[in-house]
């Protein structure tokens, strides 16, 4: 997995972490990311790596992808994540909007083991 082609998407000041329960390595959207390209409102969660087989990897979800929604809900600070998965019922698929380029998806992703945090440094 090649982290340091995202490195400057990612938010300097706060840490990458796992979201297990999604199989995703995920990180804060970097201002100078934005900055860069004259964005001030992309908001979102960025996709550092997948878990090979897991069910985001499954669903199509890939490296550079931004995720701005979780069922619903605008998200764009990790906190805000998992906040979203704790509230989710374990049996239903969560939902996420997806941002990469120009284009945007919806995916409804099962939930696998529940761990949270695991920031990576």
Sequence with gaps: MELDRY???VNEH????WLTALGLIVAEVGNSYLAKR???QLRGIVVLGT??????????VTAGDIICEVDGTPV????????????HPPALPIRLLIRNGD????????LGERQYGGCLQ
């Excluded at 878990?51 to 199509?60: F, H, K, P, S």
């Design 7 to 9: 490195e400057e998407l």
């Design 51 to 60: 878990r090979t087989g897991g069910t985001a990897d499954l669903a199509g």
């Design 76 to 87: 764009a600070a990790l906190p805000e994540v998992e906040q979203r998965l704790q509230l």
């Design 38 to 40: 004259g964005v001030s």
């Design 14 to 17: 706060h840490p990458a972490m």
């Design 103 to 110: 284009y945007w998806r919806f995916l409804a992703i099962p």
